[in-house]
């Protein structure tokens, strides 16, 4: 008899829950807090580009910390249960959720009002360096099979986290402040790019096609 995708998710929260890095997630997520403090340790120094720079760097810090969430040195072990790979990975994303929208309310509310840029705006970015981080390691999984993609894929982003915004050209500028003209038209980039990350990621949650492959001939290749 064949079980539910839903009995074998109950099954496996709870182990799930205690092998995730929570630890390096709470460091980059006091490290990310802090960075959203920075306008408001400021005092009348701080600006509107300071406020929306310090929402932006301390997107990227709660991102790196999300790069290792997918970190399982027992994965070619966990590939036997009868849970694809989609579903263990979105439990993951599932656990995860709630403390990264608990983490970036308290990171805009951090931003005194009258500098915090508009919360909408902000958040497509925030969810799309999220969502960037979390398939990164997706694909490293998918491609590689590896068991700790965490620490590559946090070194990709950081260096695309600098490196962005200098190589970015002027009239597809990102990273502009509220009250540019660009503003806008640079979100509804960002939405695009956070819409085409996410499907990347669908993708790669799914099972290497080789597993399929070997089926039929009474083989199998672990994946996890």
């Known amino acids: ?16 829950a205690r092998t995730l890095p929570w630890r390096t997630i709470a460091a980059a997520g006091v490290l990310g807090l802090l960075l959203a403090a920075a306008p408001r340790l400021a005092g009348d120094d701080a600006n509107i580009w300071l406020a929306v720079t310090a929402l932006r760097t301390s997107a990227v810090a709660f991102a790196l910390g999300a790069t290792f969430l997918l970190d399982d ?9 009868p849970a694809r790979r989609a579903v263990r990975h979105g439990l993951r ?19 005194p009002g009258p500098l915090r840029p508009p919360a909408g705006a902000v958040t ?6 999220l969502a960037l981080a979390l398939t ?35 009239s597809w500028a990102l990273f502009v402040a509220p009250g540019d003209p660009r503003w806008a038209a640079g979100h509804d980039r960002w939405a695009l790019l956070l819409c085409a990350v996410l499907a990347a990621g669908a993708v790669c949650a799914t099972e290497p096609v080789r ?14």
């Open 93 to 111: 994303l599932a656990l995860l959720a709630p403390v990264a929208a608990v983490y970036w309310t308290g990171a805009l509310l951090l931003v």
């Open 136 to 170: 990164g390691s997706a694909f490293a999984i998918h491609r590689g099979d590896g068991l700790r993609p965490g620490q590559a894929v946090a070194g990709f982003l950081l260096a695309s986290a600098v490196l962005a915004p200098l190589l970015t050209p002027g």
């Open 1 to 16: 008899m064949l079980v539910s995708a839903r009995s074998v998710s109950s099954v496996l929260v709870r182990p799930l």
């Open 73 to 81: 040195p027992a994965r070619h072990t966990t590939a036997a249960v």
């Open 124 to 129: 497509v970015e925030a969810a799309a360096v």
């Open 211 to 224: 597993r399929y492959r070997l089926r039929g001939t009474g083989l199998r290749s672990p994946s996890g």
